[in-house]
């Protein structure tokens, strides 16, 4: 006689911990508390926003800037890279001498700087860890871009002028047909559960291949200004390519 097996009652559905957190939605609030935020973390005065952008004429806001060369800087440390002149054999930057005709800081700065007094931009490439000063007087660049991050007015303009690039690239595309050729680049890759101690490896993966891509973008364009005659109908626009990495551990 078989013996008759009791019925177990049903298992309630697990609960798997190890499932992705849903993705986090951003509203406009979240957006704007960031950027009053961030700008309190700057020392701006971000108070009565709409008052500050009132008077928009180019004189009141050149005054409002922090550190008006410093994209003029950082082209001048792309020729010292690119420029054959100022290159060695081997293709890297050649020390060079304060003032001469052709291989000198005063012939770069002409170029990139005409505004900055010479011996000012000198102090400032040197306070900020750009370039060194050896024994015979040879000007050493120890650098390829600006470490904005180091210098408080640098990172504050930084900054201001990353979050002004990036919102008008979301406008243009917004403003833009998606079929549209004009669509200027915006990807992004995200990962909603990621590992916090894989973070390190990410960071140092995004800056090898990030630099790499950077530099590349930075020569093609040297390269394409330098073989491109200038001319009076030639039409210039200010072009800016950035990488960067977030992270929410929220």
């Not at 935020?37 to 005054?63: C, I, N, P, Y």
């Not at 860890?129 to 640098?154: C, H, K, T, W």
């Not at 990172?155 to 917004?174: C, G, M, V, Y």
């Amino acid at each position: 006689m078989r013996k008759q097996q009791k019925r177990r009652p049903p298992r309630p559905p697990r609960t798997d911990k190890s499932s992705k957190p849903a993705p986090k939605e951003v509203s406009v609030d979240d957006v704007i508390k960031q950027l009053l935020d961030l700008f309190d973390h700057l020392g701006v005065d971000a108070g009565r926003l709409a008052d500050r952008v009132t008077d928009l004429k180019s004189e009141t806001m050149a005054s409002r800037r922090l550190y008006p060369h410093i994209a003029a800087i950082g082209d001048l440390l792309t020729s010292w890279h690119q420029d054959p002149n100022f290159l060695d054999d081997s293709g890297g930057p050649l020390p060079i001498k304060m003032r001469g005709t052709r291989r000198s800081l005063r012939f770069l700065a002409e170029k990139s700087v005409p505004n900055m007094d010479l011996n000012l931009l000198l102090s400032e490439l040197e306070r900020m860890g750009v370039v060194a000063i050896d024994s015979r007087g040879f000007i050493r660049v120890q650098m390829r871009s600006l470490p904005v991050y180091e210098d408080r007015r640098l990172a504050i303009q930084h900054t201001l002028t990353s979050l002004d690039s990036f919102i008008k690239t979301l406008r243009h595309n917004l403003n833009s047909p998606p079929s549209n050729s004009n669509q200027l680049f915006h990807r992004v890759a995200r990962n909603g559960a990621f590992d916090v101690r894989e973070i390190p490896a990410l960071k140092i993966r995004v800056k090898r291949q990030a630099q790499s891509f950077l530099e590349s973008s930075d020569n093609w364009m040297a390269r394409r200004l330098t073989a491109r005659k200038k001319n009076s109908k030639t039409r210039f626009a200010q072009v800016t390519i950035g990488v960067y990495l977030s992270v929410d551990r929220e």
